[in-house]
């Protein structure tokens, strides 16, 4: 049996806490646009597991 490697430890916000067992947390970054060279705000969701 493989062993699962160890998860990245992401820092953001709940977004949602209304499913049973799950939560959206919302994971934002800033990045530079590539030809206007303004930043831009990106937004990635997870669902989390939370007893």
């Given amino acids: 049996m493989e062993t699962?490697?160890?998860?990245?430890?992401?820092?953001?916000?709940?977004r949602s806490?209304?499913?049973?067992?799950?939560?959206?947390v919302a994971e934002?970054?800033?990045q530079k646009h590539p030809m206007y060279g303004k930043f831009v705000l990106k937004t990635k969701k997870y669902v989390a597991h939370d007893e």
Avoid at 4 to 14: A, F, H, Q, S
Avoid at 17 to 24: A, C, E, Q
């Fill in 4 to 14: 699962r490697n160890l998860r990245k430890e992401r820092i953001g916000v709940v």
């Fill in 17 to 24: 806490n209304k499913m049973d067992k799950s939560i959206v």
């Fill in 28 to 30: 934002v970054k800033k």
